[in-house]
């Protein structure tokens, strides 16, 4: 199992740009790769049933770069969450996430869900129309509690298309602060950036308020 590795042109924070990829070649299909050294051992069934009960001493999973899942199994892990709870981080990382189970993911979870805070999708097989259902999902639920929502390196071009509908989206979302995705057009990578940076300065005031 092996995962990408995130190009320059990565934007993660309102801050920062990942620099860690010196290569200029975006969305290619064989992109440079690393090998994963441990590979996650997990015991996804049981996970599954956890989340099933609603257990709250469940509330960070990470099946990252997993040698036993598959389809069926990501069905049934999407499916395990519609009615969750209590998990407050999500990492599928290289574990062929497609556009189906982006859709899947994006109906079911993501439209109602109000703990998720992590989402880690990158280095799978996300299309730009399963881009655009993750992306319609979060704008559309306003009490989403998603800050960090992770979609660079997917194996199919995202392009102007996905660039668009994640600026467009993310614009009606108030909450993320950290996004990873690859963007190709300046244009969209400054829209992003900006509500990124307005996000931040939201949760940075909501705070405040708090402690006042």
Partial sequence: HYYMLPSPNTLYTHIHMHNTCMS??????????????N???????????????ND???????????????SDLIDQVIDALS?????SKLHMVNVKFSEDHAIAFAEKV?????????????SNRITPKGIK????????????????LRLVNQYYPGGARAEADIAKYLEKNMTIVKLGYTFTLPSYRAKADKFIMRNTDLGRKKRASITV
């Fill in 39 to 53: 590979p996650q051992e997990t015991d996804i069934e049981e996970s599954i049933v956890i989340l099933q009960e």
């Fill in 83 to 87: 009615d969750n709870t209590q998990l």
């Fill in 24 to 37: 200029h070649a975006h969305h290619v299909h064989t992109p440079a790769r690393q090998p994963v050294e």
């Fill in 56 to 70: 709250p001493s469940l509330t960070d999973l990470n099946l990252n770069n997993h040698p036993m899942i598959d």
């Fill in 133 to 148: 259902a993750i992306m319609r999902a979060i704008a559309e639920n306003k009490d989403i509690a998603l800050r960090e």
């Fill in 110 to 122: 993501l439209r109602t869900n109000r703990t998720l805070t992590v989402v880690n999708l990158e």
